[in-house]
């Protein structure tokens, strides 16, 4: 049953890409012939090309928020089907547009967040309401997920270890693709095989720490993954 559903779920997800993705690509007149704002204001720090299956790593991970997440726990009370539903349905109607809109409009605007898109189009009043609504909503989530991780790095010391040593090949994947020129395909291959390098040191070398100082950890990395150039 799990593999049917799994397998709907796909065919779903390819048929709603062809037909409502391309359709709102041409509503919203896309042109992939135009040059995005990481090519004309290439400064090597908030503006820098990226490939595109590194681009897409990064947007496949940037939606697995609050909503595709808690989403489907609260209708996990309902069954099966209303959490089948709401990832896929979700997905395709809300999450991918929300997504494909957001850095559309972004593009549109020089690269520049949404609330300098709102000032733009709707006015200071508009953008000082949305950052306020953003402000919460991300203070909301990043202490709903971090509450969640230092938890599981409390109780799982190997997945802390794991965890910082796959933030330093990631730093470091990062600058050997971007500052060394090192081919993806083959920094690729070493990346996975790092991995699972980490993965065994983890479980070798596990980290154990109280909840607090996880919790302080945790945070000033968000704060300077927050900063930090992009192709980190």
């Given amino acids: 049953m799990a593999l049917i559903l799994i397998l709907v779920a796909i065919v779903a997800f390819i048929i709603a890409y ?16 135009r040059k995005t704002p990481a090519h004309t204001m290439t400064d090597g720090v908030d503006y820098v090309p990226a490939k595109a299956p590194v681009l897409l790593g990064h947007h496949f991970a940037s939606i697995a928020g609050a909503g595709p997440i808690v989403g489907p726990i609260a209708a996990s009370m309902f069954g099966w089907l209303p959490v089948f539903l709401w990832i896929v349905l979700g997905s395709i109607f809300v999450g991918g547009v929300h997504d494909f809109s ?49 938890n599981t790095f409390v109780a799982v010391p190997a997945v802390g270890t794991t965890s910082i040593l796959f933030i330093i090949l990631a730093v470091g994947f990062g600058y050997a693709t971007n500052r060394l020129n090192v081919p993806l395909g083959i920094a690729t291959v070493f990346g996975v095989l790092l991995v699972i390098a980490c993965i065994w040191l983890g479980l070798i070398f596990p980290i154990v720490l109280p909840f607090n100082v996880w919790y302080i950890i945790i945070l000033v990395y968000i704060f300077i993954a927050s900063v930090a150039p992009v192709y980190i």
């Fill in 18 to 33: 062809v037909t409502y993705g391309s359709w709102l690509a041409k509503e919203w007149g896309i042109d992939i012939s």
């Fill in 102 to 150: 957001s850095l559309f409009s972004s593009i549109r605007h020089e690269g520049k967040s949404i609330g300098h898109v709102i000032e733009k189009n709707i006015g200071l009043s508009g953008k000082k309401l949305f950052d306020l609504f953003a402000w919460l909503t991300l203070a909301l989530v990043i202490a709903a997920f971090a509450n969640i991780v230092v």
